[in-house]
């Protein structure tokens, strides 16, 4: 069963992409197929990354160790489809016009972020293999790949700021980023309050 799990989700994981390929190929994307294809590549993009967070509360909350496993894939995943979104603004939106690139990016606020949050996965990406982990040390590795809160962050921000109408979308996002945030801080936390109750205890025995 453990084996058949990884290269089941790695396929699931690439249908976005088919589905996408299969609809400009046929002819189904809309009026404006590069929007179509900015907007779902930066969709999944966000969806990997509440994906990935969501990981590790799932192992807690169930005790599914073997979802664990697939956490480094998930991010990798955010990753490619990250790229995906960026090269089709890099390449089919402005074509390659880095001069007008370069006067887009800090003109509109939502394009800043976004492309902030795209170069803080870059290191992520890099640094996933497990020899690269073992020769930075486990806890550099550990800081390093907490800027994944800070990406997941950036990526509502950007979805925010780019909808013009319906902010419904990236809400939903922001609430989900914030559940997740929230399960992760009771886990740092609950371990200190119970420390914190056991050293009271102690002191209010007789001595």
Same mark, same amino acid.
């Given at each position: 069963m453990k084996r058949v799990i990884k290269p089941v989700a790695f396929v699931a994981a690439l249908l976005p992409l088919g589905f996408l390929v299969w609809h400009g190929l046929h002819?189904?994307?809309?009026?404006?197929?590069?929007?179509?294809?900015?907007?779902?590549?930066g969709t999944w993009t966000l969806r990997f990354?509440?994906?990935?967070?969501?990981?590790?509360?799932?192992?807690?909350i169930t005790g599914w160790s073997s979802v664990q496993r697939l956490r480094r894939m998930f991010g990798l995943f955010a990753f490619f489809?990250?790229? $995906?979104? =960026?090269?089709?603004y890099? /390449?089919?939106?402005?074509?390659?016009?880095?001069?007008s690139i370069l006067h887009d990016i800090p003109k509109r606020p939502f394009i800043t972020v976004?492309?902030?949050?795209?170069?803080?996965?870059i290191p992520l990406a890099a640094t996933s293999m497990d020899k690269i982990a073992k020769w930075m040390g486990g806890e550099r590795w550990r800081r390093l790949h907490r800027l994944v809160y800070a990406i997941a962050a950036a990526g509502v921000i950007h979805y925010l700021w780019l909808v013009?109408?319906?902010?419904?979308?990236?809400?939903?996002?922001?609430?989900?980023?914030?559940?997740? $945030?929230? =399960?992760?801080?009771?886990? /740092?936390?609950?371990?200190?309050f119970a420390q914190l109750r056991l050293a009271a205890r102690k002191e209010a025995e007789p001595a």
């Open positions: 002819g189904e994307l809309s009026a404006n197929p590069i929007s179509d294809i900015t907007n779902e590549t990354l509440m994906i990935t967070l969501a990981v590790t509360p799932l192992r807690r489809y990250g790229s $995906l979104h =960026f090269m089709t890099l /390449y089919l939106d402005q074509f390659l016009d880095f001069n976004g492309f902030t949050a795209f170069v803080l996965m013009k109408a319906d902010t419904r979308p990236p809400l939903a996002y922001a609430a989900i980023l914030a559940v997740l $945030l929230g =399960f992760r801080a009771w886990f /740092y936390v609950r371990p200190r």
